[in-house]
C-alpha cells in the first residue's frame, strides 16, 4: 500500500490552504475529494473523445461510448453484480431511490401496502416513499433505534407482514455512522418474499460491497461519495425486477419504436437511462473505482477503523463532548456536541482554523427528533485523513469551548 504522504499526493486539493491554514477535511460524508487521475480522466473526454454516447456513428460518439459501457462494465465487477443489464447510471443516491419508488409503486403498490423504512434513514430514503406513499395509498412503517443508534432487529421482525412490499435501508447512517446488520435484513424479507433496497450512500466507500453475497433486490450509491465526480450516480437491481418495473422516465435512448399511438423500450439496462447520461462523470467514476482498488478496499477499511478508533479517544476524553451514535458497528464518521455550545458556532470557529465538518441535522432530521436535539457537529473521516489531523480536531474544539468559556 502506499504510504499516507503518497496518498495524500494523489489528492492535489488536500495541499491547499484555508485562511492561511493547511486545510483539514472531515466532511468526507458529504462528498469525498478526487485524486488526479479522476481529474484527468474527466478532462481527457472533453479534450480529445467528447461525443454524446449511443447517437452518433463518428469517431468521437463511438470512443465516448465505448468509454461510457466500459464503466458500466467497472461498475457492475466493482459491486459483484451478475450483469451489465442490471447497471443503471442515474445522478446520484437520490435520483436512484426516486426513480425505483416511482417505478416500483406504478407496478405493484396498492392502498393499504407497507413499505419498511428505518429511523436513521437520510431524507433521501424517506421523501421519494412518502411521495409515492401518497400516490398510491400506502403506508411506512419505521423500524426504530436504540440509545446506541442501532436499529432494533426483533422491532424489525414484528413490521414484516403480508402488506409489507418493500424494505428501505441504508447500509450506514450519514448522521450517525452505525453500520446495519443488511444481510439479517435482507434474508428476513426474502423469507416472506419481499424485496429489499440498500441505499449504498455511505456503505460503498468504506469497504467491499458485494451485490450477489448480500443479496440485495437493489443497491444505490453516489459517484461523489467514492472519489469520483458529482452528477453521477448507480441503481443496481436484479435483472428479475429490472424486466418487470416500467421506466421512471421517457425520453431518447430508453426507446424501441415511438409512435404517436405507442412507444416501446429500449432493452436493459437503457430502459432507464433517458436522454443524454452524465458519461463524462460514470468514465471519471469508474477511473475513481480503479483508484479505490489500487489503494486496495481492505487496506482502506483497516485505515479507517483505526483513524476512527483514535478520533473516538480524543474527541470523547473531551469534557462536555457528548458523542451520538456508539454503536461498536459504525463508519468512520463521529456525530457530537459540546455542552452549552450551538453547533453552528462549533463549526465555524473550526472553519476559520481551517477545519471542515458538517453542522446541523445532516438530512435526517428524524435522527435528531430522536435524541430531542437539533443537530450535530459531524467529523465524517476517510482513508486519507491522518492521526495528526485528529489532534488539530481536538485542539480546535477546546478552542471553541474556551472561546465560550
Ligand atoms: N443516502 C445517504 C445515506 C446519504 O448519506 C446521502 C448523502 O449524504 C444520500 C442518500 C444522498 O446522496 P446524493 O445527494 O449524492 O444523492
Request: proline share 3%; hydrophobic share 40%.
Amino acid at each position: 500500500m502506499k504510504n499516507i504522504a503518497e496518498i495524500r499526493a494523489d489528492f492535489p486539493i488536500l495541499s491547499r490552504k484555508v485562511y492561511g491554514k493547511p486545510l483539514v477535511y472531515f466532511d468526507n460524508g458529504a462528498t469525498t475529494q478526487k485524486p488526479q487521475c479522476v481529474l484527468d480522466a474527466v478532462d481527457e473526454v472533453y479534450e480529445s473523445y467528447n461525443g454524446n454516447i449511443h447517437r452518433g456513428v463518428h469517431f468521437l460518439s463511438d470512443m465516448s461510448s465505448e468509454a461510457y459501457e466500459k464503466a458500466r462494465e467497472k461498475v457492475r465487477s466493482f459491486i459483484n453484480a451478475d450483469k451489465r443489464e442490471e447497471i443503471v447510471f442515474t445522478s446520484g443516491t437520490t435520483g436512484s431511490i426516486n426513480g425505483i419508488a416511482f417505478s416500483f409503486g406504478e407496478r405493484y403498490i396498492k392502498p393499504g401496502d407497507e413499505i419498511i423504512l428505518s429511523h436513521l434513514e437520510h431524507h433521501a430514503n424517506i421523501v421519494p416513499w412518502q411521495m409515492m406513499c401518497e400516490r398510491k395509498g400506502a403506508v411506512l412503517r419505521v423500524i426504530p433505534i436504540n440509545d446506541k443508534g442501532e436499529i432494533i432487529l426483533d422491532e424489525y421482525y414484528k413490521l414484516l407482514s403480508s402488506k409489507t412490499k418493500l424494505v428501505s435501508v441504508t447500509q450506514a447512517s450519514n448522521a450517525l455512522g452505525t453500520i446495519l446488520p443488511v444481510k439479517e435484513i435482507i434474508a428476513a424479507a426474502h423469507s416472506v418474499n419481499v424485496p429489499v433496497l440498500i441505499d449504498g450512500a455511505q456503505g460503498i466507500q468504506h469497504g467491499i460491497v458485494d451485490v450477489k453475497a448480500m443479496d440485495t433486490d437493489f443497491y444505490v450509491f453516489s459517484g461523489h461519495k467514492i472519489y469520483g465526480p458529482a452528477g453521477i450516480g448507480v441503481l443496481y437491481g436484479k435483472e428479475k425486477w429490472f424486466s418487470e418495473l416500467p421506466p421512471f422516465q421517457g425520453g431518447g435512448d430508453m426507446v424501441d419504436k415511438v409512435t404517436f399511438e405507442k412507444t416501446t423500450y429500449n432493452e436493459l439496462p437503457f430502459k432507464f437511462e433517458a436522454g443524454t447520461m452524465n458519461y463524462p462523470a460514470a468514465i471519471g467514476l469508474a477511473r475513481a473505482l480503479d483508484y479505490v482498488l489500487s489503494i486496495g478496499r481492505e487496506n482502506i477499511a483497516s485505515r479507517e477503523k483505526e483513524l476512527l478508533s483514535y478520533a473516538t479517544g480524543r474527541l470523547s476524553a473531551i469534557k462536555g463532548l457528548k458523542i451520538y451514535g456508539t454503536s461498536d458497528r459504525k463508519i468512520s464518521t463521529i456525530s457530537f456536541h459540546i455542552k452549552d455550545i450551538h453547533q453552528y458556532d462549533t463549526g465555524m470557529i473550526l472553519d476559520k482554523i481551517g477545519i471542515a465538518v458538517r453542522t446541523g441535522t445532516h438530512c435526517a432530521q428524524p435522527v435528531m427528533d430522536r435524541y430531542g436535539i437539533d443537530g450535530t457537529v459531524r467529523a465524517s473521516l476517510c482513508f486519507y485523513n491522518t492521526k495528526e489531523e485528529i489532534d488539530t480536531l481536538a485542539d480546535g474544539i477546546e478552542k471553541v469551548k474556551s472561546m465560550f468559556a
